[in-house]
């Protein structure tokens, strides 16, 4: 483990949906499993999160007629991509991958589960005012600087390291242990996003 407790690691959503055969799968997702298991053992801290969706969750494309999987809509927080329905709260999409072996991790933070509000950030939902407590859980341990790793890099990886920022922690994400989705090149934007924030890129 890290000899430096003040840096956790936080891992973003392993979860079945977002690995192949997933309702929502990010190309090669399962390759970051082993690089965390691996990785994992170096932080005394680590936390993972789950997305945990109601079932009619207003970011599913079902849910809005006429509209499809990765259309753009606009709702009272702003743009919102619509996704497939997956990470639905109690199926086995929305588990943690079984081969994710992670067991001193001490936070499961599930995300998302606001039905009207979508939850990409492991610190603050969509509408961008919604904490969800985990900065505070976080300062309450002395941590000053998050690794982040999981899925997808250019969503939920992305918006947790700049929040990270936000709430004044130093941020890095660990790349071999991240895959993207890549809508219409937003994993090109997403690096260049978190350099222009400060964000360490780090290997494994």
């Not at 799968?25 to 499993?33: E, L, S, Y």
């Not at 994992?40 to 945990?52: G, S």
């Not at 992305?158 to 890095?172: E, H, I, K, M, P």
Request: a negative charge; glycine letters at 8%; one cysteine or more.
């Amino acid at each position: 483990m890290a000899a430096d407790s003040a840096v956790a690691l936080v891992v973003v959503d392993v979860q079945n949906d977002f690995l192949p055969g997933g309702a929502l799968a990010v190309p090669q997702g399962d390759a970051v499993i082993p690089v965390i298991n691996r990785i994992a053992r170096r932080y005394e801290q680590v936390v993972l999160t789950q997305d945990w969706h109601p079932a009619d969750h207003v970011s599913f494309a079902s849910r809005h007629p006429g509209r499809a999987p990765f259309d753009t809509i606009t709702l009272p927080y702003g743009a919102q991509t619509l996704w497939p329905d997956h990470c639905v709260q109690g199926t086995r999409g929305a588990a943690l991958a079984d081969p994710l072996e992670v067991p001193h991790a001490q936070l499961i933070l599930r995300k998302g589960w606001h039905r009207e509000v979508d939850s990409y950030s492991a610190f603050l939902e969509a509408d961008r005012a919604t904490r969800t407590g985990l900065d505070g859980w976080l300062t309450a341990r002395g941590v000053q600087e998050v690794h982040v790793c999981g899925l997808a890099t250019d969503f939920c990886v992305l918006w947790t390291a700049l929040d990270a920022r936000r709430f004044g922690l130093r941020a890095a994400v660990i790349e071999p242990a991240c895959r993207g989705i890549d809508l219409g090149g937003s994993l090109a934007r997403a690096w260049e996003e978190m350099a222009r924030a400060g964000i360490a890129r780090l290997a494994a």
